[in-house]
């Protein structure tokens, strides 16, 4: 952290581990994810991270704990950072795969996991599955969105929603795949891929309720929505989430919309992701207008940055993320 006047600054930051677990489940030793993430967790110098795709380990008792984490975060500050985490809906503790966990030196004042509480699931009636489906079924996403409130010190709490959308790949349609990456039809492909823009954009859709929610019980709250979006900040998730006053030809939610903190920096550094050469913003982090007059600069650590496709192809079981973690800092006007 770095010093501002009385109070230090305050930096937030957001990183997809990519986490493969450990072995046996994972190929990759918990040694080694060590060796390359534990530095780069060390260079956020964070006060509240935001982490994505954190596996769970079943324990001897029946429970799952995020312990390769813990052992990833061991002499680290984040070890005695407060923290929550997505819950399994079994009640056994974390999720099996894919949780959302946030960390803050800040106190926790409260928590909510976010999934279907906001919104009831679409329903659809798929034209390709084999079988046909007799009538629509309900579209649900997999994994939550987790909103966390911290005392920041002020008078005010800071609102942090922790976000993994779903990846644009295309949804399961019954009777229409060879295996687990092969299609038999390029319309039962096309459904499927509709059908995963639905789940993602219905993501994007309950957080946006969530962001209003908080608006309307004090207009000049102070919201950050992190992590990874699947989405650069031109496409449906990302404008759903932002609200620009350009897509709801309304001044009148101008105060309602979300700045993307990566639009400070020069074209060439944005970018989070590299797939097949090509560099995308995938990861954000996105604030609102109170909380944006306290920013003072953004940063995105890709220079180690691989290839998502092509360097697991050329390395063996890699330990790395193929996502940057991205960071925005703010002065704390205490």
Known sequence: MSQSGSQPD???ASFNLESRDAPPRGRVAVEQRIEILRPQLIRLRADVL??????GQNEADGTRSLRVLDEVLEGTPYADFNRVHSQSPSGKGARDRH????LSRFPISGFEEVCHTRMDPPLYQSVTAIPREQAPVAIGWERPVLMTNLDVGGKKPLHVINVHLRAPRAAFIPGQKINSKSWKSMPGWAEGYFIAAVKQSGQALEVRFLIDEIFDSNPHALVCVAG???ADDHEAPVRII?????DTGSGEFAARMLVAMERSMPQSQR???IHRGRQQMFDHILVSNDLMSWFIKAEIHNEALGDE?????AVEDAPESYHAPVV???KNPL
């Not at 949780?99 to 946030?102: D, I």
């Not at 932002?242 to 350009?246: K, L």
């Open 309 to 313: 496709v092509g360097s697991p192809a």
């Open 271 to 273: 970018f989070s992701i």
């Open 10 to 12: 305050i930096r937030i």
């Open 50 to 55: 935001c982490l994505q795709e954190v596996n």
């Open 99 to 102: 949780n959302l966990v946030t």
């Open 242 to 246: 932002r609200g620009d006053e350009d």
């Open 328 to 330: 925005a800092e703010f």
């Open 228 to 230: 990874d979006f699947n």
